[in-house]
């Protein structure tokens, strides 16, 4: 059997996501000492992991056609670093810039497909949904994703009736320093280029 190693005085972050929230992140610093993990000597983790509400959270599900429909959320990185782009292309980061995952793809009709934020940065992010497939149409009728806002309320939004786009606006997230955050519904369609997912001006 394979035997794996850990670092040795190596400070590490445990970060898990589950249906109910996310868990930790939990600091974490081995020891100096070398153990093989496959020798039953790896340290055991004593401090308790603590499932917390995530800063953000949006879930999508549709029908069955169109067959792929792809999440896209955006936002601002520390230090002014530019923004990050989540989608199927970049997955994100639970434990590191930019602390944010497209952490469930489901790329086969239906979804679901799940984007978690765990920390708040000041800033304007954006949640967008862009149909893969290309046909048919978003269909409003069974599209449809529920939003979790930091402060703990939800919202459901479904596409706009009587309109069509490859990619729909679902809403933004501006953000203030302490997590005050305000979310603004904009469900509408926008241009299948790179100027949908970022807010214009967005920093």
């Known amino acids: 059997d394979e035997v794996l190693q850990k670092r040795k005085v190596t400070q590490v972050e445990l970060v898990g996501v589950r249906p109910s929230g996310v868990v930790g992140p939990l600091p974490v610093q081995t020891a100096d000492g070398v153990a093989a993990c496959g020798a039953d000597d790896c340290a055991v983790v004593g401090a308790p992991l ?49 602390f944010a995952t497209l952490d469930t793809d489901d790329t086969d009709s239906e979804g679901p ?10 800033g304007t992010y954006r949640y967008a949904i862009h149909n893969y ?24 939004h479904q596409p706009p009736a009587g309109e069509s786009g490859d990619v729909w606006l679902v809403g933004d997230l501006d953000c203030q320093a302490g997590c005050d955050c305000r979310w603004t519904p904009l469900d509408r369609y926008g241009p299948a280029d790179d100027s949908s997912y970022h807010p214009e001006g967005a920093r």
């Open 50 to 98: 603590v499932v917390s509400r995530p800063r953000f959270q949006a879930t999508l599900t549709w029908g069955a056609a169109p067959s792929d429909l792809d999440s896209h959320f955006t936002g601002p990185l520390p230090e002014q670093a530019g923004r990050f782009h989540i989608s199927y292309g970049d997955r994100g980061a639970a434990g590191q810039a930019p």
């Open 113 to 122: 497909k799940i984007t978690t934020r765990f920390r708040c940065l000041p």
């Open 133 to 156: 497939s290309g046909a048919p149409p978003i269909d409003p009728a069974t599209t449809r994703v529920r939003v979790l806002l930091p402060d703990g309320a939800t919202q459901m």
